[in-house]
């Protein structure tokens, strides 16, 4: 089945450490986001990407980076520079290009605490 | 400027009465309008979309929404909940030919009390 995968689904850091966060879909698609996700903030985006090796910056990257290496993978690293990481965050996937149906897929999501 | 209201933080309901979430958009464009579904510490679920024609819309699990251009609305209906609606519903608006940026509420919390 077609889909998006993110792993891990639970993620425990420490304070200053860098995290990644894993994001392969198998749909096809162009075009790749990461959004994060806060109670009572709905979804913000934090790096979006049309294209493989291109991408950018959404509402709040400060403390993020991201790589698009392959067209089905979209990895997000949370650096240490995050002030406050602990969120969940949500991989999400949609046809670009020409044609737009504007629908986003989205992954189960990974939760990350920072103790 | 682009930007999604959910008017109601919190929505809750007796089980087989029926509900409207509320959405409301601004935009000086053109818009494609979708409700997405969260179950706890899951993604989200697309419910329905509006691209174009009939301003009714139908979508899973029973539930309808309205696309009015006037008022700029996009309501979200079902005439008679169960216990398993429970859970988050997102507007979320996304520009046409603009490169598919995606504007999207803070969310209404369903609750459906037995």
């Known amino acids: 089945d077609g889909g998006i995968t993110q792993s891990p689904k639970y993620l425990f850091r420490k304070e200053g450490q860098n995290v990644t966060l894993s994001c392969e879909q198998n749909?096809?698609?162009?075009?790749m986001y990461w959004y994060r996700q806060d109670p009572g903030q709905g979804l913000r985006l934090i790096y979006y990407s049309q294209i493989v090796n291109d991408f950018q910056k959404g509402d709040i990257a400060e403390g993020y980076s991201v790589s698009r290496e392959k067209k089905e993978s979209f990895p997000l690293t949370v650096t240490s520079a995050q002030k406050n990481p602990t969120a969940f965050y949500l991989c999400a996937s949609s046809i670009a290009g020409g044609y737009n149906t504007g629908e986003l897929f989205f992954g189960e999501g990974s939760r990350l605490t920072v103790l | 400027a682009q930007s999604v209201t959910q008017l109601d933080s919190q929505v809750p309901v007796f089980e087989e009465a029926p509900v409207e979430l509320r959405c409301n958009y601004s935009s000086s464009v053109s818009v494609y309008l979708f409700w997405y579904v969260q179950y706890p510490n899951q993604g989200l679920q697309l419910l329905l979309k509006?691209?174009?024609?009939?301003?009714l819309v139908k979508g899973i699990n029973g539930f309808e929404a309205e696309f009015n251009k006037s008022q700029t609305s996009f309501h979200l209906r079902k005439p008679s909940v169960h216990i398993s609606d429970t859970a988050e519903y997102f507007c979320a608006v996304s520009l046409l030919n603009t490169g598919n940026q995606f504007y999207f509420g803070t969310g209404t919390s369903l609750t459906v009390i037995p």
């Open positions: 509006y691209l174009s024609g009939s301003t």
């Open positions: 749909l096809n698609h162009d075009a």
